[in-house]
């Protein structure tokens, strides 16, 4: 592998940017709707501490929402320099949905973003409550959009190739944005979102309660980010299993390499494997320590079920795709990073049920120092699990950059050198660690400001005592 290697460049390149535009996405979706929560519970209550949660999180959510802008108008460029090839051969396909996304989803929920912001004093009730609500379904629909596009590199469908242009061109938009791949990630995605958008919220509750401060109104706060965590993983693993028997079906091999299921297994030997070693050339397994059964349930619902081994499909794409070419991901990655992204998930929602124990209303003794803190820096882990499942995702469907269709080395740019895809993902990494300084600190500044006093005699000053005076480490 050259140095200045073009393609191992560009894929780093937009790895890196993909991921780092993607720590925005998730806070995005997940409190836009926890603000939208909030303000019709002020709205329906008239309780202040809700108003006080909705102006809290709803700067939370502006400051992400203005970074994650910022970070993901760099992605639409990298199509057409670093990987033309792939654009020229897919974009009457790719492009449609990514232009939903623009000109319909993105601008739908900035329109109704800005009367949220400056309509406070300015519209009625009803409609700037109606306003933060079209926000949110305006992100959750620009998410959508996005995971149709990704979903045709998954498992591409709606499509004819046209021999003469030797492009891919779109015949049915309709299959497109119904592809099962994009039907079962949408949902799994979303709900992963709200996991990190509820963890936050505990953590800015957390922050406060541990402190003493703004009781009255960070008491809800901690409770509701608990239950949004718990309901919301709840609902990641369901969807999360329904996206395993899609990915079965259209990438077989994904899922072989997510198991390091080295040949085809059935019933009992089609095991979970929780700890797998494999020979150094990734032919075969060494030793594993795996669960009966559970592979095959996962993957066919049945305990009988049979699942396609890594060796197999090797043998059968090279025959129907041509040899010379090793089929598999790098299975150490598909392999650990879907591991870690069920088990940060199930940490941080572990953490969440013992936290809504010890806060309980009858708990009987007061809650620990430490456990605030753990509270608070588990924030980060439903965050990360969403990322090494985009890792899983997108590494386990190498070597296509589309499906069955194209090799990622195909897709890239021709004629761009590799000393300038260099300079640009050392400059892009330069600006993105500067940005990632300057949105966290803007975050954790808010965080811990916390809800600023409104103006009116109804409105309890939240720097001050809280309106009861039960003791503030036991509920």
């Known amino acids: ?58 700067r939370i959510f502006l400051i992400n929402f203005a970074m994650g802008v910022v970070t993901g108008i760099v992605q639409e460029f990298q199509f057409g320099m670093n990987w033309s090839s792939y654009s020229r051969f897919t974009g ?60 045709f590199m998954q498992n591409p469908v709606g499509y004819t190739l046209n021999e003469t242009s030797g492009r891919a061109e779109l015949t049915d938009f309709g299959a497109v944005l119904t592809n099962p791949v994009a039907m079962a990630a949408f949902p799994h995605t979303l709900f992963a979102a709200f996991m990190f958008a509820g963890a936050v919220i505990t953590a800015v509750a957390a922050y406060h309660l541990s402190r003493a401060q703004h009781v009255a109104t960070m008491r809800p706060a901690l409770k509701f980010g608990l239950w949004f965590t718990i309901i919301a993983f709840a609902l990641t693993a369901l969807t999360g299993d329904q996206l395993s028997l899609v990915m079965v079906e259209t990438q077989p091999m994904k899922m072989a390499a997510a198991e390091a299921l080295w040949h085809t297994a059935c019933g ?18 060494i030793w594993s320590l795996r669960v009966p059964y559970l592979l095959s349930l996962l993957s066919t619902h049945s305990l009988d079920g049979c699942v396609e081994g890594l060796n197999e499909m090797q043998a059968l794409y090279t025959q129907q795709f041509g040899g010379g070419i090793d089929y598999m991901p790098i299975i150490w990655v598909t392999y650990w990073s879907f591991r870690w992204m069920i088990g940060l998930g199930a940490v941080s929602t572990l953490i969440a049920v013992v936290g809504l124990w010890v806060t309980r209303k009858s708990a009987k003794r007061p809650v620990a120092r430490w456990m605030w803190k753990v509270a608070i820096w588990s924030a980060p882990l439903p965050l990360l699990g969403s990322l090494v499942g985009w890792v899983f995702t997108e590494m386990g469907r190498q070597p296509w950059i589309v499906f069955s269709l194209m090799l990622t080395e195909d897709g890239v740019s021709p004629s761009v050198p590799g000393w300038t895809v260099l300079i640009s993902l050392v400059a892009f990494t330069l600006v993105y660690a500067a940005l990632a300084v300057v949105e966290f600190g803007l975050i954790l500044k808010a965080a811990k400001k916390g809800p600023d006093p409104l103006p009116g005699p109804d409105d309890p000053d939240p720097t001050g005592q809280p309106i009861d005076q039960t003791p503030t480490t036991v509920y």
């Open 1 to 58: 592998m050259e140095l200045l290697d073009p393609l191992v460049l560009a894929r780093w390149q937009f790895g890196l940017t993909t991921l780092y535009h993607y720590l925005f996405v998730p806070l995005t979706l997940g409190m836009s709707l926890a603000v939208a929560v909030f303000q019709t519970i002020w709205y329906r209550t008239g309780d202040v501490k809700w108003l006080h949660l909705t102006r809290l999180f709803g």
């Open 92 to 151: 009457d396909i790719f492009g449609a949905p990514l232009a939903f996304e623009g000109l319909m989803a993105f601008f739908f929920e900035a329109t109704f973003i800005g009367l949220w912001i400056f309509g406070w004093d300015k519209l009625p009730r009803g409609l700037h409550l109606a306003s933060i609500w079209m926000t949110s379904i305006g992100s959750i629909l620009s998410a959508y959009f996005i995971i149709a596009a990704n979903a």
């Open 268 to 285: 009992a030997d089609a095991s979970f494997s929780i700890f797998s070693i494999g020979t150094p050339d990734g032919s075969s397994e």
